[in-house]
């Protein structure tokens, strides 16, 4: 075996790792939590190592948890960023940041609601964002929330606000 035939699991497993503690951490969970409500199928001594790449993970354990933590398999997994990910992602307009409540979202039914549901549970994948309570939109994202919800784009902020969609943290 080469050097990089042994270096390359351990830095992969570390990679995973992360993402598996990125993960927990977003749905505010300790190892302990995790333990106790996954009814000791996960202990906490065996995620702590999983999640330093001390321990290997194998495919069905790695779906069953991510099936706990209710995110697709993939978003367990590092992937790489391309460059012109990296440029586009510095390039996007972040000004006019918007938070939507989306635990109050998904309460409303009706067909704007449910495709803007939709349309934020896509970018939270594409940020591997799993919080799940709140999402923040930027510039770019009201133009399409503005099509759903069939207003003016200078008016997405107030139309959410009239939902009581728009997210204020508690001080």
Do not use: H
Request: aromatic share 6%; net charge neutral.
């Amino acid at each position: 075996m080469t050097a990089l035939e042994v270096d390359t699991p351990t830095a992969y497993s570390r990679q995973v790792g992360e993402r598996l503690r990125v993960i927990r951490k977003q749905k505010r969970l300790s190892l302990q939590e995790v333990e106790a409500q996954s009814d000791q199928e996960f202990k906490a001594s065996v995620l702590g190592a999983y999640e330093r790449g001390e321990r290997a993970l194998s495919v069905p354990r790695l779906d069953r948890l991510a099936q706990f933590y209710a995110v697709p398999v993939e978003q367990l997994l590092p992937r790489e960023v391309t460059g012109s990910e990296a440029t586009a992602a510095l390039a996007s307009p972040s000004n006019k940041k918007l938070a939507i409540d989306v635990a109050k979202l998904v309460q409303l039914s009706g067909s704007p609601f449910e495709m803007l549901a939709r349309y934020l549970r896509l970018i939270q994948v594409q940020r591997q964002d799993f919080n799940g309570r709140v999402i923040t939109v930027r510039g770019d994202d009201t133009r399409s929330i503005a099509a759903m919800l069939d207003v003016p784009v200078d008016q997405v902020a107030d139309r959410l606000a009239a939902l009581d969609l728009v997210f204020i943290p508690a001080d």
